[in-house]
């Protein structure tokens, strides 16, 4: 299969990073619609994320990931696995970086393992619109020395910036072949998948600092009734601690209405139609240290 431009290209990308360098606002900003949510906590990403964005001279499988960092939990542990396993699945790997952070020493481990792996691999500095043009020289610089030969481009995943040049750059990179997915797909994920994220996100946003990392959603029933133009969805949150049960709930139970309600919103504007959404509140300890738990939830 070709096009005018040249032969059509397809294939798997991994987007890779430490925590909180904004590789789902990246991979939100390649496809053109929010899939994978955003929180400004680390570790908000627990599972891999597929996004498609076809073209017509290419076809590209965006997995993002959690951040890669020094896992001790057994549900840490199982994110890392999770980004290094979707690193052996993609024929190009996109290395995120934060320009704001520069380049510490969990990257230049990053770094090596994918020098390591010798994937094509695009260097990305995000976040590149909170710093001067001069400061990005010397990042660029240590980049271009941990994976010689890469392309390096500096973009902001936030503002839009060389979004384009950066989607160019990765279908290039991607062998020739058909299209994986039929051209109208954004995501190869469930739709409980998308509901059980929307809820999460909302309560990371809404919830205090110590609180999202004890927590879960399964999305205990989904069902639509296309007659009445509705999506009816009841999904419980998981906590570890009994203390964390109120926290979420709040006084009058005023922060679980509020989570519901903005998850609500995202979720009628994701499927484009009304939502009744009901949420409820269970303390599961140890969850996140349970293999079985981890499972069903994809991890």
């Known amino acids: 299969m070709s096009t005018e431009a040249g032969p059509h290209r397809a294939g798997y990308v991994a987007i890779v990073g430490r925590p909180n360098v904004g590789k789902s606002t990246l991979l939100n900003a390649l496809v053109g619609v929010k899939l994978a949510i955003v929180t400004p ?32 939990s057994t549900l840490n ?29 969990g990257e230049r481990e990053l770094g090596r393992t994918l020098a390591e792996l010798g994937h094509p691999t695009i260097v990305v500095l995000n976040k590149s619109d909170a ?9 660029m610089a240590e980049a ?35 299209r994986i997915y039929p051209e ?7 739709e409980r998948f998308l509901v059980q994220e929307m809820v999460r996100e909302q309560l990371f ?3 205090a600092e110590e609180v999202p990392y004890g927590t879960a959603v ?21 906590v570890d601690r009994e203390s964390h049960k109120g926290i979420v709930i709040g006084s009058g139970g005023q922060r679980l209405k509020e ?31 349970n293999p079985r738990r981890l499972k069903e939830l994809g991890l």
């Open 131 to 139: 710093a001067a043009r001069p400061a990005l020289l010397p990042l």
């Open 184 to 190: 109208d797909e954004l995501t190869a994920e469930t």
């Open 218 to 238: 399964v999305v205990d029933s989904f069902s639509e009734q296309r007659d009445r133009g509705l999506l009816v969805v009841k999904a419980t949150i998981l």
């Open 259 to 289: 989570i519901g309600r903005r998850a609500r919103l995202e979720l009628e504007a994701f499927f484009d139609v009304k939502v009744f959404l009901e949420l409820f509140v269970r303390v599961e300890r140890d969850w996140a240290e």
């Open 77 to 105: 542990r199982r994110m890392v696995d999770v980004a290094r396993k979707a690193l052996g699945d993609a024929e190009v790997a996109v290395w995120v970086l934060d320009v704001t952070a520069g380049i510490t020493r």
């Open 144 to 178: 271009g020395a941990l994976l010689p030969g890469r392309e390096v481009v500096p973009t902001s995943a936030r503002s839009g910036d060389n979004v384009d040049l950066l989607l160019r750059t990765v279908i290039a990179a991607l062998p020739e072949g058909p």
């Open 41 to 72: 906590k680390p570790q908000t990403t627990r599972n891999r994320i597929v996004g498609i964005r076809t073209l017509p001279e290419g076809q590209v499988i965006f997995l993002d990931t959690p951040g890669i960092h020094e896992a001790r």
């Open 205 to 207: 946003l809404q919830t």
